[in-house]
């Protein structure tokens, strides 16, 4: 099973956006509190759109519509376990998040999706799961997952084995 199996990385490709919405709302059951998703990739890659999916996994209300918290930095939404999705493409410094209470939320009960996570730069938590998107093409998408840490490691072999035994269903 999926607990035999340690993954650190995995790469996969999805053909279109509700493909890549699927495969993070499939990550985002199984999201516990303390797990970090960082989002990594060019404007337009699918950042959002991967939030949007972890929002689902982690039954956050319907009424919730997600969207990149690009000038208010921080959103939280209420679901199976708070989730907290960052954005910051507009942040000059790691000193202005702290004064939000940055430290609390990464190493706090929730779950949190960091979009340009790169720009936390060594800020960043050791464990997490590294996400970088890439375009293939219009609709299709590179998705490498990296994993840090045994609990990421964890999230990502389940993911990998309920993504493949999906495929093999289909």
């Known amino acids: 099973m999926a607990d035999d199996i340690s993954y650190q990385t995995w790469t996969t490709l999805t053909s279109t956006p509700g ?16 797990d970090v998703i960082a989002l990594v990739g060019e404007l337009g890659s699918g950042k ?42 507009r942040v000059d410094s790691v000193a202005e998040l702290s004064e939000l209470g940055l430290e609390e939320i990464l190493y706090g009960q929730g779950a949190v999706a960091i979009e340009w996570a790169e720009r936390l730069g060594e800020n960043l938590p050791e464990e997490r799961l590294e996400v970088h ?14 994993a840090f840490g045994a609990n990421a490691e ?6 990998v084995f309920s993504y493949e035994s999906a495929d093999e269903k289909s």
């Open 48 to 89: 959002t759109l991967f939030s949007q999916g972890l929002a689902r996994g982690l039954e956050v209300p319907e009424r919730f519509y997600i969207t990149s918290p690009t000038f208010a930095i921080i959103n939280e939404y209420p679901g199976r376990i708070a989730f907290y999705h960052l954005d910051l493409y």
């Open 154 to 159: 964890q999230r990502l072999a389940t993911l």
């Open 19 to 34: 493909e890549t919405e699927s495969l993070a709302e499939r990550l985002g059951r199984l999201l516990e509190p303390g």
């Open 133 to 146: 998107l890439a375009f293939s093409d219009e609709t299709s998408r590179s998705l490498i997952f990296h």
